[in-house]
Antibody
Framework: QVQLVESGGGVVQPGRSLRLSCTAS????????MHWVRQAPGKGLEWVAA????????KYADSVKGRFSISRDNSKSTLYLQMNSLRAEDTAVYYC?????WGQGTLVTVSS | QSALTQPRSVSGSPGQSVTISCTGI?????????VSWYQQHPGKAPKVMIY???ERPSGVPDRFSGSKSGNTASLTISGLQAEDEADYYC???????????FGGGTKLTVL
């Protein structure tokens, strides 16, 4: 069955960096565009970034543009999110997703 | 572009039907079919209930149905059951710079 497993979350100080990973299985990862979506505590879902199946196009929410970078390694069926210059407002559960499948999420807490 | 608009809450009794609306889908993008609905129970990851406006993944009960007219999409849940109580989010394509846009979420209470 389709599985998406995120990792890399944790507690980080403001201004520091963190890289999230999402390992996919159960489907042909290289054939699908992938997304990162986040959910701040007690809030709704917010789309963060998208990457085309072949890595040819990347899109970002205005709130993370210039600070976050999405990438993928199709040979490893893995999606990444490099997060730089982290802010308190980036605190959230981060999910990797395709339309019909989501991971369980990884919590990122930005705090001094 | 602002998030899609959903009612903050809806409620219904077991066996009844409820409809959750999602307005603000950009009609300038044409009559696309990129609308999904996600169910989220507390502390859990979102789960797709409807995709491509009205397609239901395997395993999702046929009590869940979706539709779209103009700039509004709708999720209808018939024969409400206690386990349907959850938050529901719509998600739509919003242009080449914003592939996904979410609604603010609707809390469904089963009375």
């Amino acid at each position: 069955q389709v599985q998406l497993v995120e990792s890399g979350g944790g507690v980080v100080q403001p201004g520091r960096s963190l890289r999230l990973s999402c390992t996919a299985s159960g489907f042909t990862f290289a054939s699908y565009g992938m997304h990162w979506v986040r959910q701040a505590p007690g809030k709704g879902l917010e789309w963060v970034a998208a990457l085309w199946f072949d890595g040819s196009h990347k899109k970002y929410a205005d709130s993370v543009k210039g600070r976050f970078s999405i990438s993928r390694d199709n040979s490893k069926s893995t999606l990444y999110l490099q997060m730089n210059s982290l802010r308190a407002e980036d605190t959230a559960v981060y999910y990797c997703a395709r339309v019909t499948s989501w991971g369980q999420g990884t919590l990122v807490t930005v705090s001094s | 572009q602002s998030a899609l608009t959903q009612p903050r809450s809806v409620s219904g009794s077991p066996g009844q039907s409820v409809t959750i609306s999602c307005t603000g889908i950009n009609s300038d993008l044409g009559d696309h079919t990129y609308v999904s609905w996600y169910q989220q129970h507390p502390g859990k990851a979102p789960k797709v209930m409807i995709y491509d406006v009205s397609e239901r993944p395997s395993g999702v009960p046929d009590r869940f149905s979706g539709s779209k007219s103009g700039n509004t999409a709708s999720l209808t849940i018939s024969g409400l059951q206690a386990e349907d109580e959850a938050d529901y989010y719509c998600c739509s394509y919003a242009g080449s710079y914003t592939p996904w846009m979410f609604g603010g979420g609707t809390k469904l209470t089963v009375l």
